[in-house]
């Protein structure tokens, strides 16, 4: 996502005097959520691992690259070997480089391993998958996965850990920040209802694939967003006003100190137009 520009990076070797391989070095680290649930960062992407009596469980590898460090540092800080492998979707940004892992189990929703199959993304192959949901007990840890339906793509699913009740959730929701770009690959409707899913399930702390780490209520808030958005919008075309009135108007300034509030308020509102429209749902 976020990609620093030649432009900005010679600016910055300039102004520090630090070398270009300086300036690309990846941002990562490992942070502990809650119990032995932590958080993996890779630059913009977050994913969940979780340390059980038997075995350390991972997720979204992100990249074979991070991958490979957080092998290494996994490792370093539990000796543990690493059992099982659980993908939240296919989308290349989070599922890429799971093959990195060995031979370990890996669980998925069943479209998951279609998109594998047909090559949309270079990962391990699922080796257990679901349609609707599916329990995995690994030591003393469970894993609840529940399929969101098609919204954000069409294999989306969230993750709850218990006993210490931690959602992990990519993609539909990123706690305080606006949703990604203008809805790519999205079913808008699809998408709000995922996250009342989301809210239907029992956690207590939402872990997600991007933004910082919140509660249900941030979930919720990000439903309300895009449900305000929609109406907006739809209200404002089926009065006449054009896509680029919709953007000179205050809709959404309420959202101001969310992240991405300056860069995606425009793409968001562009993209609920050509959604609204393409649905049939404006004109
Ligand atoms: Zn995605």
Redesign the pocket.
Known sequence: MHKITSHLLAAIVLLTGISVAAAQEVKRGIEQVTGDVYRFQNRFHYAIFVVTDAGIVVTDPINADAVKWLKAELAKRFNKPVTHMILS?H?G??ATGGEEWGSIEVVAHENTKKHVAAGKVQTAMPTTTFADKHTLSVGNKTFELTYLGVG??DD?IAMVVRPENVAFV??AVSPKRLPWRDFP?TDIDGMINQIKMIESLEFDVLAPGHSVIGTKKDATDVRVYIEELKAGVKDALAAGKSVEDIIASDLASNYKDWAGYDSLRELNIRGMARWLKESGQAK
């Open positions: 979707h989308h940004d989070h954000h793509g989306l990519v993609d690959n």
